[in-house]
């Protein structure tokens, strides 16, 4: 089979088209698969380290308020058309599929266009505005939230979950926390705040440091790459605790989540596939910055069965922060139901639910 996979932009929208390529890798040996994102993405950075071919097309966001910006979008929409046209005619795509993120929109579009079978996978509970457009032309929508499937046309909807749930099972806790300069012996947190770091998170961590550095437990703190240098000064003034490992970025997550305890996040919805997928419980503190406030309703799905606690942040101090980890790890009774809750509500045959829903449309033949 060959497969063209696009979504990009942020990690929410690489991980899980990543995910499905290598655990399809695992079933068919003969896949073929091209990825095709943008140069300014995350996904310029990140494919061709997993030495997946890699394509890219030029192509802006549509701004939700009236711009001209928006004129030239729509220039570049129809050039980027025309670009992945042929793109996926030089491949001979049997499928194709997107992720999310704007690059999706021109290239599954295309291939709708071309009569190649389609599909989108929305990891949210409320989908972006790329997915909405394209549900019009795709064969599928898989989703990950029962809430999504009112956006789309109803016939066309599949619940899959998300193809991270199931890549990041089966690793090696141990290994894991030895990656990152943790104490295997010990309980540890792993802050971050979703692929690109998040500054909010990032201030209160930084004013509770004197406080964590006295606890029984570790924490891994990821900062983002571009907050990195700042969070490091601001740690060194702080005398470096020995309990903190600071990291920009952390490119093994599926071994260092195993190892994990307790996770203090952004609700990105790969990010929540993943915790509910290995039953870790959480802190969850959304973005309130993303369309339509969807982290929340990501995060509630969670909280609202016991599986993550839900912190917004217009609450979020330095000082509540270390509470409520403090209230969770430390306390056993409390983190076993939290970990069963989670568990409950991991989807970790989604990569096998996607890949049957692609045999199943590439045997029906559109082309
Ligand atoms: C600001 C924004 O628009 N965020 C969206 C974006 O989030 P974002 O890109 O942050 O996505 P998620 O939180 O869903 O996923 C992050 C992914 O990056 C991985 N990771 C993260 C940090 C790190 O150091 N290393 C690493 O590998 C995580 O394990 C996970 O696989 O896409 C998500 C999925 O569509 C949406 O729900 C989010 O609302």
Redesign the pocket.
């Known amino acids: 089979m060959k497969i063209a996979v696009s979504g990009g932009g942020?990690?929410?929208?690489i991980?899980p088209a990543l995910a499905l390529i290598r655990e399809i890798q695992k079933n068919d040996k003969n896949a073929e698969f091209l990825y095709i994102g943008t140069q300014s993405g995350l996904e310029s950075s990140i494919v061709p380290r997993e030495n997946i071919p890699f394509q890219s097309i030029h192509i802006t966001g549509f701004k939700r308020k009236l711009s001209f910006d928006n004129v030239k979008t729509v220039i570049r929409f129809i050039k980027g058309v025309k670009d992945s046209k042929k793109i996926l005619k030089d491949f001979n795509a049997d499928i194709v599929i997107g992720t999310?993120g704007y690059v999706c929109g021109p290239v599954v579009y295309a291939a709708a266009k071309l009569g190649i079978p389609t599909i989108v996978h929305e990891?949210?509970s409320v989908p972006g505005l790329t997915n909405k457009f394209l549900s019009r032309y795709v064969d599928k929508v898989a989703v990950c939230f029962d809430e999504a499937a009112s956006f789309f046309p109803k016939e066309k909807v599949i619940m899959t979950g998300n193809p991270?749930a199931t890549e990041v099972l089966g690793q090696n806790a141990v290994n894991g926390k030895l990656s990152v300069g943790l104490d295997p012996a010990k309980q540890s947190v792993l802050i971050?705040g979703?692929?690109?770091g998040a500054r909010p998170i990032n201030e209160a961590v930084l004013k509770t440091l004197a406080q964590l550095a006295v606890k029984p437990y570790e924490i891994l703190y990821?900062t983002g790459e571009v907050h990195y240098e700042n969070v490091k000064k601001e740690a060194e003034l702080a005398g470096n605790p020995s309990n903190i490992k600071i990291k920009p970025?952390?490119?093994n997550?599926p071994e260092v989540?195993a190892g994990t305890d307790l996770a203090v996040t952004?609700a990105?919805?790969?990010?929540?596939a993943?915790l509910t997928s290995l039953g870790i419980p959480s802190i969850l503190i959304p973005?309130p910055?993303?369309t339509n406030n969807?982290?929340e309703k990501?995060a509630r799905a969670l909280s609202d069965h016991g599986a993550a606690e839900l912190l917004l942040e217009q609450d979020l101090t330095g000082s509540k922060l270390v509470d409520s980890i403090d209230r969770i790890l430390l306390d056993d009774e409390k983190i076993r139901e939290m970990r069963a809750a989670a568990k409950k509500i991991g989807v970790p045959d989604s990569a096998n639910r996607l890949y049957a829903v692609m045999q199943e449309l590439v045997s029906q033949g559109k082309k």
């Open positions: 942020t990690g929410g929208h991980y999310g990891q949210n991270r971050f979703g692929s690109r990821v970025f952390i490119h997550m989540l952004r990105g919805a790969t990010t929540l993943e973005s910055y993303v969807h982290q990501n």
